[in-house]
């Protein structure tokens, strides 16, 4: 049942709409009012955010709760980025996200591939498995591992982040992979095959470029979270070399505990990244989003 | 084409890198919180074995921990009673929204991609008993007898949080229910207002029970998510005043990193995911057979 | 612990008496001591025998989170002038605010990751699980001999007469308060309890957050309630009596204590939001003018040279002692000897790190500096370092130390485990947001403490 619902093709995202012909009505106005107002409450984080990030640090104890900037504090930026090491931070966060999100597309393809194609007796118990991750407080799994990495030495190089991150992303990914396998017809494959190519050359030479739109999701929506992940970062990473962007907004918060202006620029700084991934991949997003949680 | 798609080899090349990963990280860990959880581990030096102890001690003694599990369920149903109704309502209105509509889909979604660390802090402010929006407002509002310290609290600490929670939540409540409402064939509500339906009967009648299947992917998430919350609360209370805001996540790393008790902290994470294992299986089950089918 | 508080006097009485016969002469330079050596000027030298080509990379974790203002500033200061006259030595800091700061600790700890310099607090809660895992480098105590600690400064470092850590400074707290605002409300400063229960009230009427408090770290609320105490009955003994199991924290006196403590908080004494803010938060609350009050240590006296608060907050910072009742005096103080630096066991280089200890505890360093950018208190005799010329904020906090009479030592959270730690201050936190009574808040002492007897 659940199947059905699943979009045979991408979503259509500029449905005609019946509505477009009917006369403006009164209701129409209160609900675009409404909508507006729940847009104003979503965006206003982001307008506060970086309104106070132009600010002098005495300001932000002012009367009013958005205060326009005269002049704007530029020098906020400067020191986040002269003082806080952020570029430094910044280029640790880019390296670390981008290989985990590779790597977990690249796994999820193929283990989506695996477990949607292929035949096999165990299919059934290991994908159960790996969706029971999706249950698992990673929170869970932070003191273990930390033991586990110094035991095998591992502690103190990318890897340390790089590898937790992407076993924790792999249940969804996994979902929205096969969720989206799902709905592609066999038929290319299948005469592929009969043309001689090998499983390989199939999955990286026809299913790759189809998946393309999940693959993006998965991207989008992994970037996202390996971005912003901050509790693992913070308790993992020992090397002042290899810290990643968030740990800067906790070592602002003590290292310039008064220069809340600075702090600001910083929480700008990491938040720009992932607002322009998602404003460009938007459509990706949610059309990856509905297939996994369609089939889930 | 057979043979190829039961290829052995390949299948174990295809599923070994993520698989390896998935119980390196995931798996293994566990087990080692299972065995650490059954010591008395203080993070350093020796241990000793006490068996049960912990467990009995989480269960039966200690209230942080059921208040910590209350907190959870708590966000769970005004996740699924309050924020999911509204989102369901807010996609019906995305759908007539449009040449606006991508628009506002985009805006919606914004905080959730949002840092916590961010968000944290603005709502941190915006509930400041001095300088924060929310006091402001009421002050402005003549409702001074009104204000209050919202995070300071015990009563309404917790609430801030579950808002806080939801608020940051919302976009992905959206897309799915909006999402779902994608997936509705149109010729069923062209039916419908051939046969003389208004919009709220076609709605009430015909497009939520549709919905359902979202529904109960949507609970499901919610539920898992809900159960998990740690970050917010790290950040805007770090679980107080007194233990009042305290989640199970947040609990687990206190008891470990400030208290020291790493045999205690495991043995709190086994009974964490243990909780989260059976409340997802029996959501799933119960959901299945209420609105699964139609 | 009571010796080491007697002791704390007797150095405070020797500050005193340096202070006095410097008082007269103003702007000069003290440099002329007996057992000051005359170079002066530059960050003295006293490298060991490191060979120069060997590179070196040394770890230093510190809990001075602000490396450009005080205290911090001046550790951050005395590092860079060493890598600069060690071209070989590199030193990498990591810092973090005290909280998050023992929980890395511990993440260190319990992987054997330990830097290989640390900031150590010479007190049970954070000395013993390090010792008693043998994770602390032994240090030589000849090896800073010139250093002119003050005496008793190390006991919260030693044991079995065996020294694992260095004092940086003495910790004593005092009350931090805006002259300004308590000017233009006609306060005067209070010198009894009864007196600061007035003030506070004063300023709730005008709509002014009376003192700001860090609630959500809690270890400022131990640390009152040893004041409360202490003025209860004139004692600061009878805390550490209470957990080392000879008496119960029902007892009369300590309950009374409670209960002194809760109608401050009653009285709304703590700042708006105090229970959600940490060290930051309440700092910067009290910095930008929005509290009238600080509660926290004498190592907060560059609060007078930060230049993210407005000019006119820093010439309007001051401090008093906490208000005196018929039991207790304003002399009596809670003090300790706190934080200072340990060296890991496992440093691949110990001779470095050491190198770097005595580098730094050279007199004309750390305490020199630290006291002259105004930045703290020392726990190395710095007499010869006071210039005339330090903030007011400063030499109302000398004041202070140096007309204590009696101390409470080790504060009270700090005096057994961890788990002790969380306990202790979680009551405290329960009893301040009227989540518990006194009573109770006394059983719940009697149990933390009876589980760490226990043990």
Same mark, same amino acid.
Request: with cysteine; proline share 4%; net charge neutral.
């Given at each position: 049942?659940?199947?059905?619902?699943?979009?045979?093709?991408?979503?259509?995202? =500029?449905?005609?709409?019946?509505?477009?012909?009917?006369?403006?009505?009164?209701?129409?106005?209160?609900?675009?009012? +409404?909508?507006?107002?729940?847009?104003?409450?979503?965006?206003?984080?982001?307008?506060?955010?970086?309104?106070?990030?132009?600010?002098?640090?005495?300001?932000?104890?002012?009367?009013?709760?958005?205060?326009?900037?005269?002049?704007?504090?530029?020098?906020?930026?400067?020191?986040?980025?002269?003082?806080?090491?952020?570029?430094?931070?910044?280029?640790?966060?880019?390296?670390?996200?981008?290989?985990?999100?590779?790597?977990?597309?690249?796994?999820?393809?193929?283990?989506?591939?695996?477990?949607?194609?292929?035949?096999?007796?165990?299919?059934?118990?290991?994908?159960?498995?790996?969706?029971?991750?999706?249950?698992?407080?990673?929170?869970?799994?932070?003191?273990?591992?930390?033991?586990?990495?110094?035991?095998?030495?591992?502690?103190?190089?990318?890897? =340390?982040?790089?590898?937790?991150?992407?076993?924790?992303?792999?249940?969804?990914?996994?979902?929205?992979? =096969?969720?989206?396998?799902?709905?592609?017809?066999?038929?290319?494959?299948?005469?592929?095959?009969?043309?001689?190519?090998?499983?390989?050359?199939?999955? +990286?030479?026809?299913?790759?470029?189809?998946?393309?739109?999940?693959?993006?999701?998965?991207?989008?929506?992994?970037?996202?979270?390996?971005?912003?992940? +901050?509790?693992?970062?913070?308790? +993992?990473?020992?090397?002042?070399?290899?810290?990643?962007?968030?740990?800067?907004?906790?070592?602002?918060?003590?290292?310039?505990?008064?220069?809340?202006?600075?702090?600001?620029?910083?929480?700008?700084?990491?938040?720009?990244?992932?607002?322009?991934?998602?404003?460009?991949?938007?459509?990706?997003?949610?059309?990856?989003?509905?297939?996994?949680?369609?089939?889930? | 084409?057979?043979?190829?798609?039961? *290829?052995?080899?390949?299948?174990?090349?295809?599923?070994?890198?993520?698989?390896?990963?998935?119980?390196?990280?995931?798996?293994?860990?566990?087990?080692?919180?299972?065995?650490?959880?059954?010591?008395?581990?203080?993070?350093?030096?020796?241990?000793?074995?006490?068996?049960?102890?912990?467990?009995?001690?989480?269960?039966?003694?200690?209230?942080?921990?059921?208040?910590?599990?209350?907190?959870?369920?708590?966000?769970?149903?005004?996740?699924?009673?309050?924020?999911?109704?509204?989102?369901?309502?807010?996609?019906?209105?995305?759908?007539?929204?449009?040449?606006?509509?991508?628009?506002?889909?985009?805006?919606?979604?914004?905080?959730?991609?949002?840092?916590?660390?961010?968000?944290?802090?603005?709502?941190?402010?915006?509930?400041?008993?001095?300088?924060?929006?929310?006091?402001?407002?009421? *002050?402005?509002?003549?409702?001074?007898?009104?204000?209050?310290?919202?995070?300071?609290?015990?009563?309404?600490?917790?609430?801030?949080?579950?808002?806080?929670?939801?608020?940051?939540?919302?976009?992905?409540?959206?897309?799915?229910?909006?999402?779902?409402?994608?997936?509705?064939?149109?010729?069923?509500?062209?039916?419908?207002?051939? *046969?003389?339906?208004?919009?709220?009967?076609?709605?009430?009648?015909?497009?939520?029970?549709?919905?359902?299947?979202?529904?109960?992917?949507?609970?499901?998430?919610?539920?898992?998510?809900?159960?998990?919350?740690?970050?917010?609360?790290?950040?805007?209370?770090?679980?107080?005043?007194?233990?009042?805001?305290?989640?199970?996540?947040?609990?687990?790393?206190?008891?470990?990193?400030?208290?020291?008790?790493?045999?205690?902290?495991?043995?709190?994470?086994?009974?964490?995911?243990?909780?989260?294992?059976?409340?997802?299986?029996?959501?799933?089950?119960?959901?299945?057979?209420?609105?699964?089918?139609? | 612990?009571?010796?080491?508080?007697?002791?704390?006097?007797?150095?405070?009485?020797?500050?005193?008496?340096?202070?006095?016969?410097?008082?007269?002469?103003?702007?000069?330079?003290?440099?002329?001591?007996?057992?000051?050596?005359?170079?002066?000027?530059?960050?003295?030298?006293?490298?060991?025998?490191?060979?120069?080509?060997?590179?070196?990379?040394?770890?230093?974790?510190?809990?001075?989170?602000?490396?450009?203002?005080?205290?911090?500033?001046?550790?951050?200061?005395?590092?860079?002038?060493?890598?600069?006259?060690?071209?070989?030595?590199?030193?990498?800091?990591?810092?973090?605010?005290?909280?998050?700061?023992?929980?890395?600790?511990?993440?260190?700890?319990?992987?054997?990751?330990?830097?290989?310099?640390?900031?150590?607090?010479?007190?049970?809660?954070?000395?013993?699980?390090?010792?008693?895992?043998?994770?602390?480098?032994?240090?030589?105590?000849?090896?800073?001999?010139?250093?002119?600690?003050?005496?008793?400064?190390?006991?919260?470092?030693?044991?079995?007469?065996?020294?694992?850590?260095?004092?940086?400074?003495?910790?004593?707290?005092?009350?931090?308060?805006?002259?300004?605002?308590?000017?233009?409300?006609?306060?005067?400063?209070?010198?009894?309890?009864?007196?600061?229960?007035?003030?506070?009230?004063?300023?709730?009427?005008?709509?002014?957050?009376?003192?700001?408090?860090?609630?959500?770290?809690?270890?400022?609320?131990?640390?009152?309630?040893?004041?409360?105490?202490?003025?209860?009955?004139?004692?600061?003994?009878?805390?550490?009596?209470?957990?080392?199991?000879?008496?119960?924290?029902?007892?009369?006196?300590?309950?009374?204590?409670?209960?002194?403590?809760?109608?401050?908080?009653?009285?709304?004494?703590?700042?708006?939001?105090?229970?959600?803010?940490?060290?930051?938060?309440?700092?910067?609350?009290?910095?930008?003018?929005?509290?009238?009050?600080?509660?926290?240590?004498?190592?907060?006296?560059?609060?007078?040279?930060?230049?993210?608060?407005?000019?006119?907050?820093?010439?309007?910072?001051?401090?008093?002692?906490?208000?005196?009742?018929?039991?207790?005096?304003?002399?009596?103080?809670?003090?300790?000897?706190?934080?200072?630096?340990?060296?890991?066991?496992?440093?691949?280089?110990?001779?470095?790190?050491?190198?770097?200890?005595?580098?730094?505890?050279?007199?004309?360093?750390?305490?020199?500096?630290?006291?002259?950018?105004?930045?703290?208190?020392?726990?190395?005799?710095?007499?010869?370092?006071?210039?005339?010329?330090?903030?007011?904020?400063?030499?109302?906090?000398?004041?202070?130390?140096?007309?204590?009479?009696?101390?409470?030592?080790?504060?009270?959270?700090?005096?057994?485990?961890?788990?002790?730690?969380?306990?202790?201050?979680?009551?405290?936190?329960?009893?301040?947001?009227?989540?518990?009574?006194?009573?109770?808040?006394?059983?719940?002492?009697?149990?933390?403490?009876?589980?760490?007897?226990?043990?």
């Amino acid at each position: 049942m659940t199947n059905s619902l699943s979009p045979a093709a991408p979503l259509p995202s =500029t449905k005609p709409h019946k509505e477009e012909r009917r006369k403006v009505s009164g209701g129409k106005i209160l609900m675009m009012a +409404f909508l507006i107002l729940i847009a104003l409450f979503q965006l206003f984080p982001l307008i506060w955010l970086v309104d106070y990030s132009l600010l002098k640090s005495g300001e932000f104890f002012g009367s009013s709760f958005l205060k326009w900037p005269s002049p704007p504090e530029w020098q906020n930026y400067v020191n986040a980025f002269t003082y806080g090491r952020v570029p430094r931070y910044f280029a640790n966060s880019l390296i670390i996200t981008v290989i985990t999100v590779m790597l977990s597309a690249l796994v999820s393809l193929m283990m989506g591939y695996a477990f949607t194609r292929m035949k096999w007796k165990l299919s059934g118990v290991v994908l159960s498995l790996i969706m029971m991750g999706m249950i698992i407080p990673i929170h869970a799994t932070l003191l273990p591992n930390f033991i586990l990495f110094n035991k095998l030495g591992m502690l103190n190089n990318m890897y =340390t982040l790089i590898l937790p991150y992407s076993a924790i992303v792999i249940p969804m990914s996994v979902l929205i992979m =096969t969720g989206f396998l799902e709905t592609i017809p066999r038929a290319i494959e299948e005469s592929a095959v009969i043309d001689g190519a090998s499983i390989y050359g199939v999955i +990286f030479k026809i299913i790759f470029p189809i998946t393309k739109p999940a693959l993006a999701t998965v991207c989008v929506l992994n970037f996202i979270s390996t971005w912003n992940e +901050f509790i693992m970062a913070n308790t +993992f990473l020992t090397s002042e070399d290899l810290k990643t962007i968030p740990f800067s907004i906790m070592k602002f918060a003590g290292e310039y505990s008064s220069n809340y202006g600075a702090q600001f620029a910083v929480m700008t700084i990491i938040a720009i990244p992932t607002i322009l991934i998602y404003l460009l991949f938007t459509e990706q997003m949610t059309k990856g989003i509905t297939a996994g949680a369609v089939k889930g | 084409m057979h043979r190829v798609l039961s *290829d052995k080899k390949a299948i174990a090349l295809l599923i070994a890198p993520g698989l390896f990963l998935f119980a390196f990280m995931i798996c293994i860990p566990i087990f080692m919180s299972a065995y650490y959880g059954s010591t008395d581990w203080g993070g350093i030096g020796k241990y000793n074995f006490i068996g049960l102890d912990n467990y009995r001690e989480i269960l039966f003694h200690d209230k942080v921990f059921w208040t910590s599990l209350g907190n959870a369920l708590l966000l769970t149903a005004a996740t699924v009673f309050l924020q999911h109704p509204f989102a369901i309502l807010l996609a019906i209105f995305l759908t007539h929204s449009g040449k606006y509509e991508k628009v506002f889909r985009t805006i919606f979604f914004i905080p959730a991609v949002i840092s916590i660390v961010v968000t944290a802090k603005l709502w941190s402010s915006i509930f400041h008993p001095n300088y924060g929006l929310l006091n402001k407002l009421l *002050d402005g509002i003549g409702l001074e007898a009104l204000k209050h310290d919202w995070l300071g609290d015990p009563n309404t600490a917790i609430w801030c949080i579950i808002i806080v929670v939801m608020w940051q939540g919302f976009g992905y409540a959206l897309l799915l229910y909006y999402s779902g409402l994608q997936g509705i064939p149109s010729d069923l509500s062209e039916a419908a207002k051939i *046969d003389g339906a208004n919009n709220f009967t076609l709605y009430t009648r015909i497009i939520i029970p549709l919905l359902s299947p979202m529904m109960r992917v949507a609970i499901i998430i919610a539920v898992t998510t809900c159960l998990k919350q740690m970050e917010t609360v790290f950040l805007m209370t770090n679980g107080g005043p007194a233990n009042s805001t305290q989640f199970l996540g947040n609990y687990l790393y206190k008891t470990a990193f400030s208290s020291s008790l790493y045999g205690y902290g495991n043995a709190i994470s086994i009974l964490f995911i243990i909780f989260c294992l059976v409340l997802t299986v029996v959501l799933n089950k119960v959901l299945k057979k209420d609105i699964g089918e139609f | 612990m009571n010796g080491k508080g007697i002791k704390l006097v007797l150095a405070s009485l020797m500050v005193s008496v340096g202070l006095a016969g410097c008082g007269g002469g103003n702007n000069a330079p003290a440099a002329s001591t007996p057992t000051d050596s005359p170079e002066s000027t530059a960050p003295a030298t006293n490298s060991g025998g490191n060979t120069p080509e060997e590179k070196v990379t040394l770890k230093f974790f510190t809990a001075l989170a602000d490396r450009a203002n005080g205290s911090g500033k001046v550790e951050q200061d005395i590092i860079d002038a060493y890598m600069k006259e060690h071209p070989n030595v590199k030193i990498e800091v990591e810092a973090l605010q005290d909280e998050p700061y023992k929980s890395k600790i511990k993440v260190y700890a319990s992987s054997n990751q330990l830097p290989d310099i640390i900031q150590a607090w010479g007190q049970p809660s954070f000395l013993s699980p390090l010792l008693d895992n043998d994770l602390l480098l032994e240090l030589n105590k000849s090896d800073f001999e010139g250093d002119q600690f003050v005496a008793g400064s190390m006991d919260g470092f030693s044991k079995d007469d065996k020294l694992y850590g260095l004092p940086r400074g003495a910790d004593y707290m005092v009350m931090y308060y805006n002259k300004k605002i308590f000017a233009d409300n006609g306060i005067e400063v209070p010198k009894t309890t009864a007196e600061l229960m007035d003030v506070v009230k004063k300023l709730r009427d005008k709509k002014i957050n009376p003192i700001a408090m860090n609630g959500m770290d809690a270890w400022t609320l131990p640390i009152w309630y040893e004041f409360a105490a202490q003025r209860v009955n004139g004692d600061f003994n009878k805390m550490d009596e209470a957990v080392a199991r000879k008496i119960s924290f029902t007892d009369a006196d300590l309950v009374t204590a409670a209960k002194d403590m809760k109608a401050f908080a009653d009285a709304k004494a703590f700042a708006d939001g105090w229970l959600t803010a940490d060290y930051g938060a309440a700092r910067n609350l009290f910095g930008q003018g929005q509290a009238a009050m600080f509660f926290m240590g004498a190592w907060e006296s560059g609060l007078a040279t930060d230049e993210n608060f407005s000019e006119d907050f820093r010439n309007n910072v001051g401090a008093f002692a906490f208000p005196a009742s018929d039991k207790g005096k304003t002399t009596d103080v809670a003090a300790w000897y706190g934080g200072g630096y340990a060296v890991s066991k496992n440093s691949k280089h110990p001779e470095a790190a050491v190198d770097f200890l005595k580098y730094f505890f050279t007199p004309e360093n750390w305490s020199k500096l630290l006291w002259q950018a105004g930045a703290g208190t020392p726990a190395q005799q710095f007499d010869q370092f006071l210039t005339g010329s330090e903030t007011n904020l400063q030499k109302e906090l000398i004041d202070v130390f140096s007309t204590m009479t009696s101390s409470s030592g080790t504060p009270l959270q700090d005096i057994g485990d961890d788990e002790f730690k969380q306990k202790v201050m979680e009551a405290h936190q329960s009893l301040l947001s009227d989540k518990m009574s006194a009573e109770d808040f006394a059983k719940a002492l009697d149990a933390a403490s009876d589980k760490f007897a226990g043990k």
